[in-house]
């Protein structure tokens, strides 16, 4: 047990618990309104591009990456959310299109440039996240937790529109509410969030942070606050003890999921229990 | 002064007309209803009201006092997602969309308490929105609009899917909002019948409009007759 209290006076420790903490808080605030507007596969469509773009940006040997990363992604969430209101089967077939073709781009580009000696290595913990979240400075702590606190205050400010937004479009718009501009935002929101949490559980499973606990939320409460309250809450704690958990040994990201789909179990018998 | 004024609107989708030469006029306090064929532009029509959708051509201008902002809607069944989590309360309280943070005013809480009461669903409001009935579904999106407007609603065949006892109640809770509170209402139906035994207006749209002006009018018709007559035997 000591020992294991021992790591908590790691700095690399310390900034992966607040990074990943913030992370989970904004992914899940933000997976609410996604699930309910039924734009899930958006945000992994939109986390395949980012990893594209980190490729370009390892290609091209950038200092900061974020400053190619975050633009292209918020780019395509923006083109996205605008063709995805009217959700066909074509917009879905195109997204998927544009996911993989991003993906198998990506990988490409960094097999044929990258002069790393492990390549394989490298695209393993961009994809899974499993060592990137141990290695984070304190200016990627920096980074992440100015980004994490923008989106937080953004969703506060503007908890409401989402709310009437994300319920009842229509009702919205007709009562003088700039639709598209919160639509936007969502987009630019989604955007920032995966490009944030791909530092966490790599580029492959961040939907599962922004899906599950919105998903477990939902499965006990029936309020639009409570479900928000509830999620953010159960993405706090999976994170935290995914974090502690990894320590002793499995990868950070596929940790995360993990408890998070261990509580989604939990709270789906509670609701069939409680009903 | 008119509170709405339609010259010569065409309505159409991507540059399909779908009806064309429609002009009327609100007045403050009148109840108007919009009768037509099902697929004759009526929706339509409520979207290019609430600037939700551009007409091909034509004006639609407000006045006496009105702006787009206060005008209250009931959507023609809202496609709202079967597992959305909402409470009545937070439901109504949405139609009060002034203002930033998460937290609504006092003014907005009381003023969304007392549509909820008046709509007689005081008891609902802490439930799940999607638990409820058709008829209680209805009244918490018509105290959402309340709480958008003290002047103009606009509500989008509001009694669809109801059984008729409460599509009576529904019919008897807009016609006491028109008389005692004098908001002005629009109300779209297909059911001739009702509409010319409440409102004081109609306007039947079709591929061109077949007619606008009072209810006494219309009956007089040979279509107003016609179709009261058709909705008659139906029953
Ligand atoms: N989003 C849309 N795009 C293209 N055509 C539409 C759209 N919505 C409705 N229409 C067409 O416009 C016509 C009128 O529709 P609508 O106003 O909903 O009729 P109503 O409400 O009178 O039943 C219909 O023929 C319908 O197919
Ligand atoms: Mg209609």
């Known amino acids: 047990m000591s020992t294991f209290l021992h790591y908590f006076s790691y700095p690399f420790v310390q900034y992966a618990l607040i990074v990943g903490v913030l992370i989970a808080l904004c992914s899940s605030l933000l997976g609410v309104t996604l699930v309910l507007k039924r734009f899930s596969f958006i945000g992994d469509g939109l986390s395949h591009v980012a990893f594209g773009a980190l490729a370009i940006a390892t290609v091209l040997q950038l200092t900061n990456e974020m400053l190619l990363i975050l633009p292209i992604t918020m780019a395509t969430a923006i083109l996205l959310l605008r063709t995805g209101q009217k959700a066909h089967i074509k917009g879905d077939a195109s997204l998927a299109m544009l996911s993989v073709g991003a993906l198998a781009l990506g990988y490409l580009l960094m097999n044929v440039f990258s002069e790393s000696a492990n390549i394989s290595g490298d695209v393993c913990s961009t994809l899974f996240g ?19 606190v923008i989106v937080i205050l953004l969703f506060l400010m503007f908890y409401r529109q989402i709310f009437s937004v994300t319920f009842d479009e229509d009702f919205a718009a007709a009562t003088g509410v700039r639709t598209n501009l919160y639509n936007l935002l969502i987009a630019v929101i989604t955007a920032i969030v995966i490009v944030v949490a791909m530092n966490l559980v790599g580029s492959l499973l961040i939907s599962a942070l922004v899906i599950f606990p919105a998903l477990s939320a939902m499965r006990i409460f029936k ?15 999976a994170a935290a003890l995914g974090i502690i958990l990894s320590i002793m040994g499995p990868p950070i990201g596929s940790t995360i999921v993990a408890v998070n789909i261990g509580i989604f179990f939990v709270f789906s018998l509670i609701g069939r229990i409680k009903k | 002064m008119a509170q709405l004024i339609c010259r010569d609107l065409t309505l159409g989708y991507e540059g399909k007309t779908v009806a064309e030469q429609i002009d009327f006029a609100v007045h403050k306090g009148d109840y108007l209803c919009i009768v037509g064929e099902n697929g004759s532009g009526k929706s339509t029509l409520i979207k290019a009201l609430l600037h939700l959708k551009k007409p091909l051509s034509g004006t639609i201008t407000f006045g006496d006092g009105l702006t787009q902002k206060k005008i209250g809607y009931l959507p023609q069944q809202t496609v709202i997602q079967r597992d959305f989590p909402a409470s009545v309360q ?4 949405s139609g009060c969309l002034s203002g930033l943070g998460p937290f609504y005013t006092k003014e907005q809480k009381a ?37 958008a407007t003290r002047e103009l609603l606009l509500l989008d065949e509001p009694v669809t899917g109801l059984d008729p006892k409460v599509t009576l109640e529904m019919y008897d809770l807009i016609t006491l909002l028109n008389k005692e509170d004098g908001i002005t209402v629009i109300m779209v139906s297909h059911d001739i019948g009702a509409a010319v035994q409440y409102a004081d207006h109609i306007l039947h749209v079709s591929r061109k409009p077949l007619f606008f002006g009072t209810t006494e009018d219309y009956l007089k018709t040979s279509i107003g007759s016609a179709f009261t007559k058709k909705g008659g035997e139906r029953k």
């Open chain 2, 90 to 93: 937070e439901i109504v309280l």
């Open chain 1, 223 to 237: 309020n639009f606050k409570a479900v928000i309250l509830c999620s953010a809450v159960i993405s706090v704690l």
């Open chain 1, 130 to 148: 499993s060592t990137s979240i141990l290695t984070l400075g304190t200016e990627d702590v920096w980074l992440c937790g100015i980004m994490s």
């Open chain 2, 111 to 147: 003023r969304a308490q007392m549509n909820i009461e008046k709509m007689g669903i005081a008891d609902l409001a802490k439930r799940c929105y999607r638990e409820l009935s058709g008829g209680q579904q209805q009244r918490v999106l018509l105290a959402r609009a309340l709480c």
